[in-house]
């Protein structure tokens, strides 16, 4: 009896921890439902009939969320509660489900069905860590441009293309999203194809056709001589968003033990015996 008596009482305390974590409607929490609705003949709410359109009628105590010139197409429908409660939530501001779930009403959930998804996708209220709800000054309802959003998380990536030493690739000016998808991907660090193939979409494939960086030396197909986990390509060689040095090289092959000779990096036996020496960082 004790125990059903437990078991009864710790429902009941679940059960009201639940509602005491519901975020109520200011209206609604002070009973003043005629601010919404209008007064019937016995003096009570209209349960559907309402002192104005929405959003106006949202907008009497709410600051205008289309202030934007991008604006979220829900807002053109003119109906907020498609998306917040108008009385109480237990999802903040009031939505009627999580953000994702919120989003993905309308919104194809993105990168889903991909292997490789952006680990953003993976926090909670993932969609407004990178978009507005309402409206934006950015396409696509980002909070920032592409690249200032990116490197907000990316900080690694921000102090290099911040260090005046660095020359930065072309390609990051045209934003991150050129070469990376943003949220789901076949390709590891969610390029939007294979490295080469990137590459060669700006690129030209027929001064590569014969081998890089001289005839008969391969670009693919192999794996890098440096780190055997990873596949050969450009990017074994060259960094993709900036780098010290000339030619947007990965590895600083002037200094010792390689003195000049690029061919060294990789190829260790010319100046160096077993075990060689440490192999360069890749620092990506």
């Known amino acids: 009896m004790r125990l059903l008596n ?3 009482l710790s429902i009941l305390f679940i059960a009201v921890e639940a509602t005491a974590t519901n975020k109520q409607h200011f209206p609604f929490a002070n009973g003043q439902c005629l601010v919404c609705h209008k007064k019937g003949d016995d003096g009570k709410p209209i349960k559907d009939a309402f002192v104005a359109e929405q959003p106006d009628m949202c907008y009497k105590c709410h600051d205008r969320k289309d202030k934007g010139p ?10 907020c509660t498609m998306c917040h409660s108008p009385h109480e939530s237990a999802v903040r501001p009031l939505l009627k489900d999580t953000t994702e779930n919120t989003c993905n009403m309308c919104h194809d959930a993105p990168g889903s069905d991909l292997p490789i998804k952006h680990s953003a996708l ?13 409206s934006s000054e950015n396409a696509k309802l ?7 959003l ?9 102090k290099g293309l911040e260090n005046p030493k660095n020359t930065i690739h072309p390609a990051v000016y045209m934003g991150c999203q050129s070469c990376h998808s943003p949220h789901g991907s076949n390709n590891k660090k969610l390029l939007k194809e294979n490295p080469n193939a990137l590459c060669f979409t700006c690129h030209d494939v027929k001064h590569f056709d014969g081998g890089h960086p001289r005839p008969g030396h ?11 986990e990873k596949e050969l390509s450009c990017i074994s060689c060259h960094k993709p968003h900036y780098s010290p040095n000339k030619n947007m090289l990965r590895y600083n092959f002037n200094k010792a033990p390689y003195d000049g000779n690029i061919c060294s990096v990789c190829h260790w036996q010319i100046i160096s015996a077993p075990p060689g020496p440490p192999r360069p960082n890749w620092d990506d």
Not at 122 to 134: D, G, I, P
Not at 142 to 148: E, G, S
């Open 6 to 8: 437990f078991l009864i």
């Open 218 to 228: 391969p670009i693919s197909g192999k794996k890098d001589p440096l780190y055997p």
């Open 150 to 158: 990116c490197v907000y998380c990316h900080t690694g990536i921000s």
């Open 142 to 148: 980002l909070k920032a441009d592409t690249t200032q």
């Open 122 to 134: 993976k926090m909670t209220k993932s969609c407004v860590r990178c978009h507005n709800a309402h």
């Open 70 to 79: 991008v604006v979220h197409a829900a807002l053109g429908m003119a109906e």
